[in-house]
Nanobody
């Protein structure tokens, strides 16, 4: 069982930055694929970025060049650095983990955090 706890969300003006963190329990964190998803009100949960256990990284086109995903296996933590934020980035951001390979689909992930709200004002 893996428990995930996100932090770092908040209110920021357009063009600003935030860094989200996701702390994971468990001794096999380094082998897990980790991902960030987001869900805006009335919309589906969308893929943002993933980082595989071997370090491979993929971003959604909508955040490429603005967001950076990284992981610190010594701290069992994955990060999402978000720069040049836009109002359309407003959503609840979720951290997810999978013991299998990384993927863009939410159904591929077994463990989820509770989410952290990111609000970008115009």
């Amino acid at each position: 069982q893996v428990q995930l706890v996100e932090s770092g969300g908040g209110l920021v003006q357009a063009g600003g930055s935030l860094r989200l963190s996701c702390a994971a329990s468990g001794r096999t964190f380094s082998t897990y694929a980790m991902a960030w998803f987001r869900q805006a009100p009335g919309k589906e949960r969308d893929f943002v970025a993933f980082i595989g256990g071997s370090g491979g990284i993929v971003y959604a086109d909508s955040v490429k060049g603005r967001f950076t995903i990284s992981r610190d296996n010594a701290k069992n933590t994955v990060y999402l650095q978000m720069n040049s934020l836009k109002p359309e980035d407003t959503a609840v951001y979720y951290c997810a983990a999978s013991p299998r390979g990384a993927a863009r689909t939410a159904a591929s992930y077994d463990y989820w955090g509770q989410g952290t709200q990111v609000t970008v004002s115009s």
